[in-house]
Antibody
């Protein structure tokens, strides 16, 4: 059974930092592009960042590029999102997803909620 | 702002068919056959229901079908059932933002 389990969300003040984690099982993580997708309350889905199988290529949403860092540890079947200088507009449920090919997201985690507020 | 345009809402009665459109450009939807559709019920994670324009993952009912013409992709839900009431998102390779803005399907 495929599982993606996110953790690390919570309440943080503007300007603060959080590190999200996602542990994968049930598929070959090391052969998969992985993507973070977020959804602000009551809003639609927003692609945030992705990373190639070996971590050599990373892409970011323009508004997060200098503040967020995506990384992975294939030995631990884990995906990460380091989020710095957080803003209120970063408040959202963050989903870890597997990109089957070319923006086709076949596996999704349950999501972890990030709230940026003073 | 999403590069893919979807209607905000559609509705239909049980047993009827509804179609949700997703309009992109000749650089994304019109060029690549990597259009996917996701169903999201309230409080749940999105679920892939169509990929590669018209393919269904295992376990997705054949009431769900996808197609594409030019720069517009479409999701058709036939034989509407109450459990089909959800938000639906399209996604395309190379589209700015990747996802459409979403469509709320209401079963009357």
């Amino acid at each position: 059974e495929v599982q993606l389990v996110e953790s690390g969300g919570g309440l943080v003040q503007p300007g603060g930092s959080l590190r999200l984690s996602c542990v994968a099982s049930g598929f070959t993580f090391s052969n998969s592009w992985m993507t973070w997708v977020r959804q602000a309350p009551g809003k639609g889905l927003e692609w945030v960042a992705n990373i190639k199988e070996d971590g050599s290529v990373k892409n970011y949403l323009d508004s997060v590029e200098v503040r967020f860092t995506i990384s992975r540890d294939n030995a631990k079947n884990s995906l990460y999102l380091q989020m710095n200088s957080l803003r209120a507009e970063d408040s959202a449920v963050y989903y870890c997803t597997r990109d089957r090919v070319c923006n086709t997201f076949d596996y999704w985690g349950q999501g972890t909620l990030v709230t940026v507020s003073s | 702002q999403s590069a893919l345009t979807q209607p905000r809402s559609v509705s239909g009665s049980p047993g009827q068919s509804v179609t949700i459109s997703c309009t992109g450009t000749s650089s994304d939807v019109g060029y690549y056959n990597y259009v996917s559709w996701y169903q999201q019920h309230p409080g749940k994670a999105p679920k892939l229901i169509i990929y590669d324009v018209s393919e269904r993952p295992s376990g997705v009912p054949d009431r769900f079908s996808g197609s594409k013409s030019g720069n517009t992709a479409s999701l058709t839900v036939s034989g509407l059932q109450a459990e089909d009431e959800a938000d639906y998102y399209c996604c395309s390779y190379a589209a700015r933002g990747a996802f459409g803005g979403g469509t709320k399907l209401t079963v009357l």
